[in-house]
């Protein structure tokens, strides 16, 4: 679903990985810990620089007018560029740092053999910092039922995986505050804990292609070999280069799109489209959102722009959780492993759970 927001699965670590942290000496960590504060501080100076640098851009530099549908649009861009983009460089290197840390296989060990109520929970909660995306979705679903995981807990991490982005947890957290941040995660879990409980209470395991139970089981436990925080620090990096390098264009795409609704869209004028009084606003935003192939990073300047023009916050969750947890690409490459009645059960009870979330938010907020 969210390919582009993925990390890169590590490698598997070599024999002298742990031998490796013992040589990381002290005039080294030094370094490290040196290196990483000046990077830090430059980071923050430039994220001062954004604000004055688009002023000086928009007004001085295109010499456009203030307070006019072109110069708020541009402005915008130029201000939400740059940020969104540094935004990602800090927390997509500091995921992949903490992503070291979880790989496929101690994911299967850790939930094959749970309890069905203990694993939905574990497995929902392992979503969101396992290394995911639509071209493992397949392995990985085979992994997990070769590992003895039961369906439901399977399907409790497969909601959860894409649904909960930790690199849109940390947009929406520095765009948004802690609250939106907040609601998007605990919403986002607890579609992923009834979905994976109501499938797994519905018995559906030969909805599963017959091929998949057929694969030998194999070891489930993979290497477990230590990085160092050598290692994990290029696998930062490694994230950098993967995430960043691929996701700018959809940012940039995004960003332009937000700044079109922010420049020429009248203000409130989503309140009647997107509102809280229009009671059919989020099932519209659901349909809307699932053909859309789009990832966290490139719909979250749009989600922006909707609050800032009326939208209600629960439509707005709806669309973007919509976006990112169910998509036609995702569904397409699920075909695989499952056959088209379970990937409309699927579909049907995540999209509920949406449905559900965003209409409550209108309601109470």
Known sequence: M??????????TPPAEAGERIAQVTPPHRARLI??????L???????????????????????LTKDTPIGSAVSFFFYEVPKVLLLLLLIVFAVG???????????????????????????????????????SAVPMFIGFVTAGVPLGVTFSFLVSAPMVNEVALALLFGLFGWKVAALYAGT????????????????????VEPWVYAIPAGDAGGSLAKLSWVDRIEAGKAAVKEIVGKVWPYVIVGIAVGAGIHGWVPANFMAGIM???????????????????????????????????GAALGTVLAFMMSVIGLSLPEFVILRKVLKPKLIAVFAGVVGAGILIVGTIFNLVL
């Open 188 to 207: 986002g879990l607890l579609i992923a804990l009834v979905a994976g409980w109501v499938i797994g209470r519905l018995k559906l395991e030969s909805w």
């Open 2 to 11: 969210n390919e582009s927001l993925s990390l890169p699965v590590l490698p």
């Open 275 to 309: 509102g809280k009084q229009a009671w059919w606003s989020v099932p519209l935003a659901v349909l809307i959102g699932i053909p859309m192939y789009s990832n966290a990073a490139g719909i979250i300047p749009v989600v922006q722009a909707l609050l800032g023009k």
């Open 97 to 135: 740092v903490v992503r070291s840390f979880f790989t496929p296989e101690k994911t299967r060990q850790m939930l094959a053999g749970k309890r069905e109520s203990v694993g939905n929970i574990l497995a929902a909660l392992l979503g969101v910092v396992t290394p995911f995306c639509s071209c």
């Open 41 to 63: 501080l430059l980071w923050y100076a430039a994220y001062q620089a954004i604000a004055p640098l688009a002023d000086f851009l928009t007004y001085s530099v295109l010499h």
């Open 34 to 39: 040196a290196s990483g504060i000046v990077l």
